[in-house]
């Protein structure tokens, strides 16, 4: 049976570059699951796991030049910001190679029998193994950190799972060359390639999420196209965990103590962060309430001059560019709606940068004006100008769920209300900042990138150590003798791990 071929496209004139695979069909994406669940085995030592993560990071750098060549040809996101994705993903494997080696991430928990307990206690050991084969689905607009070597599979196997990627259709080469690079990482640190294995194809994602040995799965990309593998996990006969990442619309408040205070450097920090990547960034900040009168208009002028002075760029793929146009012309037909810089199209295979304005009025009920409180993805955001905090707050309580909420406030003197504000956003976002700009996710243990639906499906993060959580499950052991137990669960700790023992860290 033929199957489809997989072209690799240049964004930048819309021809594709070269044929890099062909689509795979239902009988390999089933070997190729299966062949993941034979070797989970293999990834049970910790110790060859961090070695793995580890040599994987040294490799894609070694193969730094070629992948950047190919992911700035497939993505047009340039030498520079690959570059620092890179350097971002080797950074984000070792990281996890670390949690590894320390262990913390298995919560090994012992409670000792205590018949003095009411009722009494049996000796328990708690701890959390991998859940198995972990299905991954790329994300277009970052090639490499939310990628085939990205924050999924880098957790995934950090956890003892091995991993079937689903490559996204936007970068398939680049997807190959770093598919290539981590299972040559796993054969020399003695592991098995099959740990790591690639497919193609809209088929193959949804053949990977059905397969009754797929144990979870991992997604970043839209609403639309997540909701629907989401629903797919829920109604297989044995559910899986889906840890989505689906959209968010980040929403920043500027109160009126700010704008006064320093409306410029706000508005000049709001277009360089929404126009960062050509506005693909996940955390770009698409919605703005900013208060009316006239520190808001200076916030306004200076956004407007920093919106004007940014060049056209090319986005990730023209399918995007046709939905952004698209996005863009239907949010700005509605009634009140102005455009002070006009988004767009700048040339055939090209995109202006641009924003609109609304009074936040329109938005305190439902309505026409309800597509303005959706992410539209690429360099555009909404600025909803308020007059009085009810209003702001009032626009606040219809917002979905999101990855991230900013408050600008006044760095001098009292800010009257920013608290209440502050305790608006919080519950909207999973990273609430404070006088910053969301764009830029730290990989660090603090971490959290996720979010209420529909930023997210679970209550978990994707970056920074606690990722690793997604991909296990806790398992307690009741009057098991020490000589049945693992290793890590022994009397004596053998290996040296955190636990904590009769309430105690240990």
């Not at 700035?72 to 950074?91: F, N, Q, S, V």
């Not at 990138?449 to 994707?462: E, I, L, Q, R």
């Not at 997604?470 to 022994?490: F, G, H, I, S």
Request: with cysteine.
């Amino acid at each position: 049976m033929s199957t489809a071929p997989v072209w690799s496209v240049d964004p930048r004139s819309g021809n594709p570059r070269e044929q890099v695979a062909v689509e795979a069909t239902a009988e390999e994406v089933d070997r190729a699951v299966r062949a993941a669940h034979s070797v989970r085995d293999a990834l049970a030592d910790r110790t060859a796991r961090a070695a793995f993560l580890r040599t994987a990071a040294e490799l894609l750098e070694e193969s730094g030049a070629h992948i950047i060549e190919a992911a700035d040809a497939e993505t047009a996101l340039g030498p520079a910001r690959l570059t620092g994705e890179l350097a971002r993903t080797a950074a984000q494997l070792r990281s996890f190679a670390e949690v590894v080696e320390e262990g913390s991430h298995l919560d090994i928990r012992i409670d000792h029998e205590d018949g003095s307990r009411t009722p009494p206690w049996p000796d328990l050991r708690r701890w959390k193994i991998p859940l198995g084969v972990v299905a991954v689905y790329a994300a277009s607009n970052f090639p490499l950190a939310f990628s085939v070597p990205g924050g999924d599979t880098a957790s995934a196997l950090a956890a003892g799972c091995p991993v079937v990627i689903k490559a996204h259709p936007g970068h398939p080469a680049t997807s190959e060359l770093c598919a290539s690079v981590l299972r040559r990482a796993a054969a020399r640190t003695g592991l098995p390639e099959d740990v790591v294995t690639l497919v193609h194809g809209f088929d193959a994602g949804v053949g990977l999420i059905r397969h009754p040995l797929v144990s979870a799965a991992g997604f970043t990309g839209s609403v639309r196209g997540g909701r629907a593998l989401f629903d797919a996990a829920a109604a297989r006969p044995v559910p899986i965990p889906f840890h989505g990442e689906l959209g968010s619309l980040n929403p920043v408040v500027v109160t009126e103590a700010a704008a006064a205070e320093r409306a410029a450097e706000i508005g000049a920090g709001l277009g360089a962060s929404m126009t960062l990547g050509t506005g693909q960034f996940c955390t770009k900040p698409g919605f703005v309430l900013a208060p009316a009168g006239g520190a808001g208009d200076h916030l306004v002028k200076a956004l407007t001059e920093t919106v004007s002075s940014t060049g056209s760029g090319v986005m990730l793929d023209h399918r995007m560019r046709d939905a952004f146009l698209a996005g863009v012309r239907e949010r700005a037909g509605l009634p009140g709606v102005e455009a002070p810089v006009t988004p767009g199209a700048a040339g055939e295979h090209t995109v202006s940068a641009g924003f609109l304005t609304v009074p936040a009025d329109r938005l305190t009920a439902e309505g026409p004006h309800d597509a303005l409180l959706e992410e539209c993805f690429g360099p555009v955001t909404v600025i909803a100008r308020y007059a009085t905090r009810d209003e702001a707050a009032a626009v606040l309580a219809r917002l979905p769920g999101n990855l991230t909420a900013t408050l600008q406030t006044a760095t001098e003197g009292e800010d009257p209300g920013a608290a209440g504000l502050l305790a608006a956003l919080t519950p909207l976002a999973g990273r609430v900042l404070v006088n910053g700009w969301p764009t830029g996710v730290a990989v660090a243990p603090a971490q959290h990138h996720g979010g209420p639906y529909p930023a997210t499906t679970s209550p978990t993060t994707s970056v920074g150590a606690t990722a690793i959580e997604r991909w296990l499950r806790p398992v307690t052991y009741q009057n098991t003798p020490d000589a049945l137990l693992p290793p890590e669960l022994r009397e004596d700790n053998p290996l040296g791990l955190p636990r904590r023992v009769d309430g105690r860290r240990a």
